[in-house]
């Protein structure tokens, strides 16, 4: 979470940022040991007592620790216990117990086969709810936005303010030279982005936005936008989300995330939403981001999003999720990352596969400050699984380097060489 300053010093809202800080175990100062999984449960967010929480994100390296991937109203999530390796100096079995222990779950156990049969289940909704009408509404949303004269795919920027990323007079030119597109927050749930970002170029409605849209597109820059969906009014979010497509955005993006400060609806509500956008616009194109981490997709309700939506952006922040905790849950879930943890090469097979029952465009969203060697490993095994345009999050953390290597590497040839 960060907050943004006014002109006059003072603090407006907060606006959650997509890539605080994860949502990983705690250890300052101390190296952990191994870790193995001990136990992994989709539960109740009800049935897990606040010790149990808190002892799981700041527990020391001795301590037993619980976590829990996912917090929201009415929210399931999934407990996983991390004990120390037996390997651990002093570990024993009484020793690696949650202290308190936390209450019986209400909710099945999930393992691996149940794990698959529910992303399964989860991507098949949509079509078992549209199994009855003549077309398909995204195979006939594919067909209208291919009458269309549509640029031809562009690597494209993340904006999330431009009191922090930069002005548009300097963000605009610099896309323009690399023949970049830009993807610009337009809202925050309920809320314009202009609330926290009180600069010039802020979006405060609809109007704004087309203005905003119209000044990247005289520069020659695509503008794309995208929002925080949360679900607390499902049906004036879809109309504000409406509105942005209207005002001249070529797509928008939701960012759909079971973090605190995003997602608190329930399914029935991104139901509503849909529905209600779809009403509005019927043929936008309209793409979900997510963090592709399996346990965080099962928080969120991707399912029903996928029956509107024409695309999936991932976001593969192989530098925030390269930890010991996570590769033991990919590796539980039926993933292993191998020896090397959690890699570019590995996010992007992995997110793949995940996402190959949904059929839907996908789209990776890339630390901009992720290495430029990982880089290019990314980029190239995005083309080679036939994910060519790449997203970078965001302006104002991206070098020139790296902006320079996209702009030498346009979606559909195989990328050359490394930013730098």
Not at 402 to 414: F, I, M, Q, R
Request: aromatic letters at 8%; proline letters at 9%.
């Amino acid at each position: 979470m960060r907050r943004a300053v006014g002109e006059d010093g003072a603090r407006v809202r907060p606006d959650p940022d997509p890539v605080a800080e994860d949502d990983v175990l705690v250890r300052p100062g101390v190296e952990a040991p191994p870790l193995v999984v001990a136990e992994h449960k989709l539960v109740s967010l009800d049935a897990l007592e606040r010790p149990t929480l808190e002892g799981g994100r700041h527990g020391t390296r001795d301590a037993p620790r619980a976590r829990v991937a996912a917090r929201g109203r009415g929210a399931y999530g999934i407990r996983l216990t991390w004990l120390a390796s037996s390997t651990s100096a002093g570990a024993g079995a009484d020793d690696l117990r949650v202290d308190p222990p936390p209450s019986e779950p209400h909710g099945p156990g999930i393992s691996r086969r149940r794990f698959l049969a529910m992303m399964g289940a989860m991507a098949g909704a949509g079509a078992f709810a549209l199994a009855n009408t003549q077309c398909a509404p995204d195979v006939l949303r594919r067909v209208v936005q291919g009458t269309r004269a549509v640029a031809p795919p562009q690597h494209a920027v993340w904006v999330w303010q431009f009191s922090i990323d930069g002005p548009v007079a300097e963000i605009a030119p610099a896309l323009a030279a690399r023949n970049l597109a830009v993807v610009v927050k337009t809202h925050d749930g309920l809320d314009w982005m202009a609330t926290y970002d009180p600069v010039p170029g802020a979006v405060a409605g609809a109007r704004e936005a087309g203005i905003l849209a119209r000044v990247f597109e005289d520069y020659g820059v695509p503008f794309h936008a995208w929002a925080v969906v949360k679900g607390i009014d499902p049906v004036r979010e879809a109309a504000m989300a409406a509105d942005v497509l209207d005002a001249g955005a070529h797509s928008l993006t939701l960012d759909l995330e079971a973090h605190e400060g995003f997602w608190a609806g329930t399914s029935d509500d991104a139901l509503r939403f849909g529905e209600e956008l779809r009403r509005r616009n019927p043929y936008g194109r309209v793409d979900v981001a997510i963090d592709p981490r399996p346990w965080q997709m099962l928080a969120a309700p991707l399912g029903e999003f996928a029956t509107f939506c024409d695309g999936i952006r991932p976001q593969l922040y192989w530098d925030i999720y390269d930890t010991p905790d996570n590769a033991n849950g990919y590796a539980y879930l039926g993933f292993p990352p191998g020896p090397a943890g959690i890699t570019p090469e590995f996010l992007v097979d992995t997110t793949r596969r995940l996402l190959a029952p949904f059929d839907r465009w996908v789209v990776p969203l890339a630390l901009g400050t992720a290495r430029d060697a990982a880089w290019a490993r990314f980029a190239h095994e995005a083309w080679a699984q036939g994910m060519p345009a790449l997203n970078v999050w965001r302006y104002g953390t991206a070098g020139r380097a790296l902006l320079d290597y996209l702009g030498a590497n346009p979606p559909g040839a195989e990328p050359a060489g490394e930013p730098g």
